[in-house]
């Protein structure tokens, strides 16, 4: 399941409230897009076209809310070449970049993603430490119950005890 962090004010941003509601239905889905590919707010109209219920088969309406997006600061498109940085930056630090670039396709940023989502990098690195804790969490115990023999003794029965 993916979560997107928004502010409590998200609603009363004049940006958002100048667009139409499909327009912020598209915004929100690509929140969602960025968050579960961890591209750090860089979706392509392909992904958002399989995630936005208005956009099955309505390839023009989404553009007119991608464009309405763009129109009001909220989204901003980027060139293949910017896409392709990103993806080549992102491979190099070590992290897994859910969306490798492909020519003739239509690339864009959420700009304010990264002001309420954790980056890509931050969440690889929270799962390391995750990962750290649960196995020091696991080396305890076993050391813990190192002593404790794995089945209990038992008991005599009342014929070995009379003789």
Known sequence: MVWVKTSDDFMLDERVQAVDCCADS????????CNRSETDGVFCLNQLMTRWSPAKGNRRRLRKAIE???GVGLVRQLGHDDALQRYTMAVEKGHQFGLRPVKNRHYFEVLD???HQPSAEEKRLNKQDVRDRKRRQREKERERM??????????RTRSQIKN
């Open 26 to 33: 598209a915004l929100r889905a690509a929140y969602e897009v």
């Open 68 to 70: 309405d997006l763009i």
């Open 113 to 115: 993603y990264l002001e």
């Open 146 to 155: 190192s002593h404790v023999t794995s089945r209990p003794p038992r008991s």
